[in-house]
């Protein structure tokens, strides 16, 4: 709401229903409006991620929205703070090899960063 308030910022609405909780639009119409773009770059929240499952949230549709922004994309970054890493969650985003970058915490541990430095994703501490 605020975004529209800016005077040079343009705010695209794929459509779709409200989740009022997150301020999100989900559903089959918001999904395809998102497949007519081509997107440079994806910034993805989880509520877990897996090295072998990917990131994953709560909320079935808020995951397949998510996967639609990830299809057009050529580079996916996750952002997930320490706490995610050892979370888990019902409905799968992405697989591991859609995922370029990982932006995490300083929080991290080494062991948790590992597997997905070893898949060659590049790991970011902020």
């Known amino acids: ?27 089959a119409s918001a999904a395809r409006a998102l497949r ?4 440079d770059i994806v910034f993805l929240g989880a509520n877990a ?5 990917g990131p994953a949230c709560h909320n079935p549709e808020e995951a397949s929205i998510n996967h639609a922004m990830v299809q057009p994309a050529r580079r996916c970054i996750l952002v997930a703070d320490h706490s995610k890493f050892s979370a888990t969650a019902a409905h799968r985003i992405c ?14 541990k080494a062991e948790q960063a590992a597997p997905y430095a070893d898949l060659g994703i590049e790991i970011i501490k902020v």
Do not use: C
């Open 1 to 27: 709401m605020e975004l529209s308030q800016q005077q040079n910022l343009k705010v695209f609405v794929t459509g779709g229903y409200l989740r009022g909780d997150w301020f999100s639009l989900v559903g």
């Open 36 to 39: 007519d773009f081509h997107l």
């Open 49 to 53: 991620v897996d090295p072998i499952q």
């Open 95 to 108: 697989t591991v090899k859609e995922i370029q970058t990982i932006i995490t915490d300083t929080a991290t």
